[in-house]
């Protein structure tokens, strides 16, 4: 399996670089896996929905502002999806680049979700970090994507259809 390294920003001037696994490529979406390592679990009905050493099956869409993570436990059971309100992807050949704005939406398998750093993503704004221009894109990025969910047009049926490699 090819192995790509995505190049991570978030504002105002933190980058990293992460491997991932190349799953499927074509014009319209990069579709990676990696085992992931938030900065702080996800916990629902008192269930962790994604943590340390989770698999992420990353679906990255060109000219999307947002990208949809499918998550996997530690047995490999899928517990829900990982939104990141991020600028539209930025692909280049064997490496793309994503800029996160703080953003960030979890849907669990019911349907139900919780918007995940608010108060992050309000103290960008308020520090300049975020310009005012491009948190109100990300506003309605979101609002966008929670009106996906519910009229039950989430996820897209690529999405929903993509057979992972475990």
């Known amino acids: 399996m090819e192995t790509i390294i995505l190049t991570y920003k978030r504002l105002p001037d933190r980058i990293n670089y992460f491997k991932q696994q190349l799953l499927y490529e ?9 085992r992931i390592t938030p900065s702080s679990p996800i916990i ?6 994604l943590g340390d050493n989770y698999t992420a099956v990353w679906f990255v869409f060109t000219g999307l502002w947002y990208d949809i993570g499918k998550i996997y436990n530690l047995k490999d059971e899928w517990t829900g999806y990982y939104c990141d309100i991020i600028k539209p992807v930025n692909r280049e050949v064997g490496t793309f680049e994503i800029v996160d704005l703080f953003l960030d939406l979890w849907v669990s398998p019911d349907n139900s979700f919780e918007i995940q750093d608010e108060d992050e993503f309000e103290n960008a704004v308020r520090n300049g970090d975020v310009s005012h221009e491009l948190a109100e894109q990300a506003r309605k990025a979101l609002s966008e994507l929670i009106l996906t969910i519910e009229t039950g047009q989430f996820p897209p049926e690529f999405v929903e259809n993509f057979t992972t490699p475990f």
Do not use: A, K, R, Y
Not at 44 to 49: F, R
């Open 44 to 49: 629902m009905n008192g269930e962790t929905v």
């Open 26 to 34: 074509d014009e319209n979406v990069i579709v990676t896996s990696q």
